[in-house]
């Protein structure tokens, strides 16, 4: 069912211009990677001698910002007739 949904939503979203969407998540990508080692560095100051489980939880809110932003890749793919 879920496959479904992702389907039909996709389908809503063609008049979506993908390339334009592509480059501001690719610019994205890249501001990311140019600041990320000093973000790391700050993040890592902040988080010393603060409790496991809040580095644990911060540690994991700024690793989980790379994830995000590849995760608009399988949204902007044009649905093939294998998903027709």
Do not use: N
Not at 14 to 20: E, F, N, S
Not at 33 to 59: N, R, Y
């Amino acid at each position: 069912m879920p496959a479904v949904w992702a389907t039909s939503s996709r389908r809503k979203r063609r008049d979506i211009p993908l390339l334009p969407l592509l480059a501001a998540i690719e610019l994205m990508t890249g501001a990311f990677g140019f600041f990320s080692l000093e973000i790391f560095d700050h993040v890592g100051e902040f988080t010393i001698g603060l409790p496991l489980a809040t580095t644990a939880a911060v540690s994991l809110a700024v690793m989980i910002v790379p994830k995000c932003v590849g995760a608009p890749y399988s949204v902007m793919r044009r649905p093939s007739s294998a998903d027709q």
